[in-house]
């Protein structure tokens, strides 16, 4: 019987600590996301990359899956705007973001720091200057600032917002 009691007590007393799981995380403020994403900033990349994708070399395609509302080929994902823009990742380099206007034409490449949130993205035009820097604390929540450090938009969800908290933009898909 005491046997059992002990086996009852350690049972007892360890299920809290098993049942309960930390999560930790941490919270940004408009200022403390502007500290970080201006932290070791990169002013431009590569002019190959931005010559390679002047014009979308999958426009009329693109065009097509959006239409019909797909977001993934076996090559590349596809985001687009409530504004007519859309974006393209391609699966065999995730580091680079394409966002194209409704025409096709080249409007800024994203270059990803990681791939793994938080992240930073340094935003170039089509000229190669740096436009924009987004730091993307998680696929749910990101903050955009202009070169001069003004929050352009803070993204929560599929909705971006001013520093107003009048919205934006929104993901379609």
């Known amino acids: 019987m005491k046997k059992v009691w002990i086996l009852f007590l350690v049972v007892f007393l360890t299920l809290p ?11 940004y403020t408009v200022e ?15 002019s190959r990359i931005i010559k390679n994708n002047k014009f979308d070399p999958n426009y009329e395609e693109n065009k097509k899956l959006i239409q ?25 380099n995730l580091y680079y973001e394409f966002d194209y206007l409704e025409n096709g034409k080249l ?17 170039y ?4 200057k740096l436009t924009a820097i987004r730091l993307q604390l ?3 929540e990101a903050y955009i600032f202009s070169v001069d450090g ?8 599929n ?3 001013d520093s107003n908290g009048n919205v934006i933009n929104r993901i379609l898909k």
């Open 107 to 123: 409007e800024s490449v994203g270059v990803r720091t990681g791939l793994i949130c938080p992240i930073k993205v340094y935003g």
């Open 125 to 128: 035009d089509a000229n190669n």
């Open 68 to 92: 019909q509302g797909i977001v993934e080929t076996n090559d590349r994902y596809i985001t687009y705007y409530s504004n007519g823009q859309y974006g393209i990742v391609y699966k065999n």
């Open 159 to 161: 909705v971006s917002y």
């Open 17 to 27: 600590v098993s049942a309960y799981t930390l999560k930790g995380g941490v919270t």
């Open 32 to 46: 403390s996301a502007r500290k970080e994403a201006f932290a070791d900033v990169k002013y431009s990349i590569s």
């Open 138 to 140: 998680s696929f749910d």
């Open 150 to 157: 003004r929050l352009l938009a803070h993204w929560i969800n």
